[in-house]
């Protein structure tokens, strides 16, 4: 597989079901996402900062605004009222190859949040997105063996372990293998 630069995310991407909203972040969630994003299992797990501050807030909404504008990333506040962020789910890592586009999704939810079945939703939601009006032929996932929690949710969300190679990535001075699934579209 290779990058393929020329695919674009939409700019603005919106998305209700599952009980859910799922909308961009916007500067009013500033103060929240130190209370979704400063947690161990956080950062153990994925590449946020840690400690995750109110600095670190700001940058991050300002990020996701500029990736969003590019084209290069959607992320999208999880939200069940529209209002309240509860985590995160997006798309970034586009490949092409025989036989189309690949989409890489991610997810997180606050620790406050977590046992609803957020991250099933909101990955359901965007995987559907992804495969419908972005014409992707498959979304993955890299998830390390050892996080129980998003191989379940990936399991739960229609995601199959696949045989392929693991990713070998470095993370926060060790070596994390990521097992890739997959769901492809119907």
């Known amino acids: 597989m290779t990058d393929r630069p020329e695919f674009v995310f939409p700019a603005t991407v919106s998305l209700t079901g599952q009980g859910l909203r799922l ?6 969630d500033v103060p929240e996402l130190p209370g979704l994003f400063d947690d161990g299992e956080v950062a153990h797990w994925t590449p946020l900062a840690s400690p995750f501050g109110p600095d670190d807030a700001r940058e991050y909404v300002t990020r996701a605004n ?14 069940t009222d529209g209002s309240w962020p509860l985590g995160e789910v997006g798309a970034f890592g586009v490949h092409t190859g025989p036989p189309g586009v690949s989409i890489e999704l991610g997810y997180v939810v606050g620790r406050a949040h977590r046992g609803h079945r957020l991250a099933v939703r909101a990955l359901t939601l965007l995987t559907e997105y992804a495969h419908e009006e972005l014409g992707a032929y498959r979304t993955v996932l890299n998830i390390e063996r050892d996080n129980a929690a998003s191989n379940g949710v990936a399991r739960s969300a229609g995601y199959q372990l696949t045989r392929d190679q693991p990713l070998t ?7 994390a ?4 699934w997959q769901r492809l579209a119907a």
Do not use: C, V
């Not at 293998?177 to 890739?180: C, G, H, K, N, S």
């Open 169 to 175: 990535r470095e993370h926060r001075g060790r070596l």
């Open 177 to 180: 293998e990521l097992r890739i």
């Open 23 to 28: 909308r961009q972040w916007t500067e009013a």
């Open 66 to 79: 500029e990736r969003a504008a590019d084209g290069t990333r959607i992320q999208l506040a999880i939200t």
